[in-house]
């Protein structure tokens, strides 16, 4: 039971309880197993990325140093969420301390997809200057944007959470760091930073490839267009992954006061643990130079 003492609590406040997903605790046994699984498939396909694209000199193209970043983004979204989600499935309750809640909603996914969409824009409709305008410079100043971005966005969501008043007892009925209370200028800062910022993303990135189709349509040959459209395929399957349950999450969140709360708990833990599993698996199969890098990796000889 939460205490109903309030205290205006340090800028530093916690640790807090994460409960799991309430309604549903004698599910959690048969949950823990596949979101273990899925960890690990999450793990191994991103740390396997890393190691071949920085490994190999000839995947240093910005198209793989983007896709790296992704990779990057992935095992940080799965290291921050999914073992302490099922750390809660094997063992119950767990504490999460305030720093941990923050780490927990840093994002950078729509950003770096989007850089990755102007990669492939330049690449396709300027092939004779990709190897000038997207250098090594242009590309460390789109990362060092992509987090100064996304620490702007996270910023004010903690001098607002600085002013809440926290009960003694910090218990959060969820598996991880979510606002889930009815605390109207907090989730209505959270919904309007999301659209902004995904939709601009979204828009801009539909723009790119709008632009990409018409120049792989132009394309003389048909085997041109059909490697455009392979290495741009890869690409609209990881952001269909992403955006889809992301806007579900956002949209469910602040109007589906209908949907059980444990659907939206577990559907938001889907949300966090499936692309970063699957991200790799799409550019192995998709991208040839490391369909081929794995194939030597398995089978050296």
């Given at each position: 039971?939460?205490?109903?003492?309030?205290?205006?609590?340090?800028?530093?406040?916690?640790?807090?309880?994460?409960?799991?997903?309430?309604?549903?605790?004698?599910?959690?046994?048969?949950?823990?197993?596949?979101?273990?699984?899925?960890?690990?498939?999450?793990?191994?396909?991103?740390?396997?990325?890393?190691?071949?694209?920085?490994?190999?000199?000839?995947?240093?193209?910005?198209?793989?140093?983007?896709?790296?970043?992704?990779?990057?983004?992935?095992?940080?979204?799965?290291?921050?969420?999914?073992?302490?989600?099922?750390?809660?499935?094997?063992?119950?309750?767990?504490?999460?301390?305030?720093?941990?809640?923050?780490?927990?909603?840093?994002?950078?996914?729509?950003?770096?997809?989007?850089?990755?969409?102007?990669?492939?824009?330049?690449?396709?409709?300027?092939?004779?200057?990709?190897?000038?305008?997207?250098?090594?410079?242009?590309?460390?100043?789109?990362?060092?944007?992509?987090?100064?971005?996304?620490f702007c966005i996270i910023f004010p969501c903690v001098f607002l959470l600085k002013w809440l008043p926290f009960c003694r007892t910090l218990i959060i009925p969820h598996t991880y760091c979510e606002h889930i209370a009815d605390i109207s200028i907090n989730i209505w800062y959270g919904f309007a930073v999301s659209i902004l910022t995904v939709t601009s993303d979204l828009i801009l990135t539909g723009i790119s490839y709008v632009l990409v189709l018409r120049a792989v349509f132009n394309l003389p040959s048909w085997a041109a267009r059909q490697k455009a459209l392979s290495t741009c395929g890869c690409h609209v399957c990881v952001i269909l992954i992403f955006y889809t349950p992301a806007i579900f999450s956002v949209l469910t969140l602040c109007f589906g006061h209908n949907i059980p709360h444990s659907f939206h708990i577990l559907y938001a833990n889907l949300y966090v643990s499936i692309p970063p599993a699957i991200n790799p698996v799409i550019y192995g199969v998709k991208t040839k130079q490391i369909r081929d890098k794995v194939k030597l990796l398995i089978f050296p000889k």
């Open positions: 039971t939460i205490i109903a003492t309030f205290n205006l609590i340090s800028f530093n406040p916690g640790p807090f309880i994460l409960m799991g997903i309430p309604g549903l605790e004698q599910f959690h046994t048969w949950d823990r197993i596949p979101f273990f699984i899925i960890y690990l498939a999450a793990l191994t396909g991103n740390s396997v990325l890393l190691c071949l694209i920085f490994k190999n000199r000839s995947l240093h193209e910005p198209m793989f140093f983007f896709l790296s970043m992704l990779a990057a983004t992935d095992l940080i979204l799965s290291n921050t969420c999914v073992p302490k989600t099922c750390s809660i499935f094997w063992m119950g309750p767990q504490e999460i301390t305030f720093p941990g809640c923050l780490t927990q909603i840093f994002a950078m996914y729509s950003a770096i997809l989007l850089a990755m969409a102007f990669d492939r824009y330049v690449a396709i409709c300027f092939p004779l200057r990709y190897t000038s305008i997207p250098t090594y410079q242009i590309i460390m100043k789109i990362m060092m944007g992509i987090i100064f971005r996304s």
